[in-house]
């Protein structure tokens, strides 16, 4: 499969702002995806961003992405407890391939 | 919403025994998928099917078969179970329109022993 890298391990204050980031393979991938896991449960779509974007912001949430060096970014603001959690991101090359980094994990302290 | 249900989200199985995980989904998606989660290896994909009756291997389907006899429903089966199967099991569909994220199940965390 592609390989998809991100860090294992982030801990921030509550209040201050979180960035995961994440470097993928492949150039011909359409979308690009950020999940969160939190403990016992299964993966929830936080957000996603087309390839042909360069940011795209959601509430507190800001995806960015550097194609040319292949680099994807979570950007979280005001981070609180509840956004301890398991961050995965992953990259969609056709409708059938996703391919997924080993996830960080974000800790949260108040 | 797209509701993905995997029947047990707990199971202890022993060495040997054959294992069947189901995942049944309601919204009509052609691809469904198996992946197991490990810790620092992130999702690995088992198998994956496009249509009822199709299959595909992924990255890791030694030791593991599956079926699709129906569109809604995708199972995972484990012939004869070991120890370094003990893992979590996610099951996840999405539409074949290529446009489209993985939805996923709450998984299944089985126990080999």
């Known amino acids: 499969g592609e390989d998809v890298e991100q860090s294992l391990f982030l801990s921030v204050r509550e209040g201050d702002s979180s960035v995961i980031n994440c470097t993928y393979t492949d150039s011909s991938s359409t979308y690009l995806y950020w999940y969160k896991q939190e403990p016992g449960a299964g993966l929830q779509l936080l957000t996603y961003?087309?390839?042909?974007?360069d940011m795209k912001q959601d509430q507190r949430l800001t995806v960015l992405l550097n194609k040319k060096d292949k680099h994807l970014s979570l950007r979280i603001a005001d981070t609180q407890t509840g956004d301890s959690a398991i961050y995965f991101c992953a990259e969609s090359p056709n409708f059938n391939k996703f391919y997924f980094g080993s996830g960080t994990k974000l800790n949260v302290k108040p | 919403d797209v509701k993905v249900t995997q029947s047990s989200r707990y199971l202890v199985k022993r060495t040997g025994e054959k294992v069947f995980l189901e995942c049944v989904q309601d919204?009509?998606?052609?691809?469904m998928f198996w992946y197991r989660q490990d810790p620092g290896l992130g999702l690995r994909l088992i198998y994956f099917s496009y249509d009822v009756k199709m299959k595909e291997k992924g990255d890791i389907p030694e030791g593991y078969s599956v079926s699709r006899e129906k569109k809604e429903r995708f199972s995972l089966i484990l012939e004869s179970a070991s120890t370094n199967q003990t893992s979590m099991y996610l099951c996840a569909s999405t539409p074949s329109n290529g446009r489209s994220p993985l939805h996923f199940g709450n998984g299944t965390r089985l126990t080999v022993t």
């Open positions: 919204m009509d998606h052609e691809n």
């Open positions: 961003i087309f390839s042909n974007m």
